[in-house]
């Protein structure tokens, strides 16, 4: 945004050009759409009627899984009974709505970390170190491995990111959209193990007993192919950013309330030493709960679920401990009440969130409830099947299919569990494994992440750049990150293509075919 568009809804005056061309009416058509909040309210309306009339006509769609004997059927949300759930579950819906929860706590401790200087200092410190070659590589590189802390890289990467891209004097959206193609376009790629990687095995490997009723899938079985996936999407995303993105947005002069520069006083010196060493000290009292199979953080059988289900807690004591620390060696916290105030003020900056998220989880709540999801889920994968499709092309297909799905369902398990059970038998008919068919649907539920307004941190990301650029629009948001999309889909079904042409295992006991 240049500044005279900053504050306004109005498109990016970009250099011209086929993809720019395409991207400003892209833009400018979507924000011609409403605000967030007035938009989601408008869907959530679109929802109840076709709720209503689906769930008179009744439609409904067979379960895939022969173990369901019930169809799924359209539920009328406007019954009676219905009103009356809605209505008694309206706070529950918003307080259980999983996003909520997991932004507040976090930035209760990023909120000591920011206001007392620390993050500033230690991104100052990052860019003067790190070559600019390398910083956009790194953000979206990051953004990928994040995947390991859950959904974290959300509230912390990305606004990091903007942060970042201020400091060295650029557009503050591109390094919020690399970051964000890196957290959610990049999703599933990893060099670490995640809890991802179990629970897509699971519905894997019950959607494998249909046809074998041995059939065991490792967890990790897709572990090289997403690997080796980092590298590759990393390049892409960096190659956007550079070529399409900050070439797009042209140069930031909206108002700088941040100072960045190469030189650090004393006190800034060591209140950064010393909060490395709180995190250090942080990092290895985790790594004494993790470690050891008899750990704080392990279960009873050696498990990492307590680990998994900690990490937003420990994310939030790790930032507030090390700002606390740096605070008050740095003599920019006096006491408690300086403390309290910043934990406030984090809190009163994320209004404008707390008012998307309630209409964001009642939105995607109502798609559950009338199971107009699953149903077009489950109509979209049996009209691909009836095409006539073998091998590779369905194996394309079926990766196409499921990122048209995740933009109307965002969990990847739900999506996972409609569709394992039609798609791993048949391609097992075929001679594909169930590894083969989970590695294609993780491609196609990941690149689209980036391009739905359905996604639950979608509107959290709007509010992290309505600080850069005020009352952004959605369709502003979607023409940034499109680009990255079309770039990742690009590399990853060619290399998924070759993978299996080559026949190199997808992981740890991840074969390509099935005998």
Known sequence: MTTEEKGTNEGVKAPEGVMQRILNQIEVLGNKLPQPVTLFAILIAIVLVLSFIFGNIGISAEHPSPEVEEPIVAVNLLTADNIQMILTSMVEVFASFPPLGLVLVVMLGIGVAERSGLIAIALRVFVAKVPKKLITFSIVIAGMVSSVAADAGYVVLIPLGAAIFKGMGRHPLAGLAAAFAGVSGGFGANFLPTGLDPMIAAFTQSAATIMDASYTVNPLSNYYLMAASVPLIGLAGTWVTEKIIVPRLGSYEGEDDETYSNTFSRQEKRGLLWAGISVIVILGLIAAAVIPANGVLRDADGGMNPFYNSIVPLMFILFFVSGLVFGLVAKTIKGDKDVANMTAEAMGT???????????????????????????????????????????????????????????????????????????????????????????????????????????????????????????????????MLPYAIAFMIVRIPMFIAWILLNIPLGIEGPIYYP
Do not use: C
């Open 350 to 480: 994320m209004g404008g969130y707390i008012v998307l998220a309630f209409v964001a989880a009642h939105l995607v709540q109502f798609f559950i409830w009338s199971n107009l999801g699953s149903i077009m889920a489950i109509s979209g994968a049996a009209g691909l099947q009836n095409i006539g499709f073998t091998g590779i092309p369905l194996l394309v297909a079926f990766i196409l299919v499921s990122s048209f799905i995740n933009l109307i369902i965002g969990s990847a398990s739900a999506k996972w569990a409609i569709l394992a059970p039609i798609f791993v038998p048949m391609l097992m008919l075929m001679g594909y494994s169930p590894e083969t068919t989970q590695a294609a649907y993780r491609i196609g539920d990941s690149y689209s992440n980036i391009l739905t307004p359905l996604l639950p941190y979608f509107p959290l990301v709007i509010v992290f750049a309505q600080k850069y650029v005020k009352n952004i629009g959605i369709g502003t948001i979607i023409s940034v």
